[in-house]
Nanobody, 122 residues
Framework: QVQLVESGGGLVQPGGSLRVSCTASGSIIGINVMGWYRQAPGKERELVAA???????NYADSVMGRFTISRDGADKSVYMQMNSLKPEDTAVYYC????????????????WGQGTQVTVSS
């Protein structure tokens, strides 16, 4: 069983910054990919950023240059620094993990956190 817990969302003014964090727990040896999706009201969930275990990163065009994703050395936490936030960044941000290696073997599928609200408004 893999659980993801997010923290760090909140309300910020346009141009401000926030940092969201996510930590995985359970019987985990390593996680190949961790990242963030977001879903705004009335819109589909979209990939924001992803970080592989070997350090490869991927960003949505809309956040390139403003958001930075990182992981800790233990590979069980992922962070995203969000700068120059815009009202259109308002959404629920979901942490995800895929390619989980456990003592019972390689786990297929993806795991999701409960989501954290980010609101950018003056």
């Amino acid at each position: 069983q893999v659980q993801l817990v997010e923290s760090g969302g909140g309300l910020v003014q346009p141009g401000g910054s926030l940092r969201v964090s996510c930590t995985a727990s359970g019987s985990i040896i390593g996680i190949n990919v961790m990242g963030w999706y977001r879903q705004a009201p009335g819109k589909e969930r979209e990939l924001v950023a992803a970080h592989t275990r070997i350090g490869t990163t991927n960003y949505a065009d809309s956040v390139m240059g403003r958001f930075t994703i990182s992981r800790d050395g233990a590979d069980k936490s992922v962070y995203m620094q969000m700068n120059s936030l815009k009202p259109e960044d308002t959404a629920v941000y979901y942490c995800y993990a895929a390619g989980v290696n456990s003592p019972d073997g390689y786990l297929t599928g993806a795991y999701w956190g409960q989501g954290t609200q980010v609101t950018v408004s003056s």
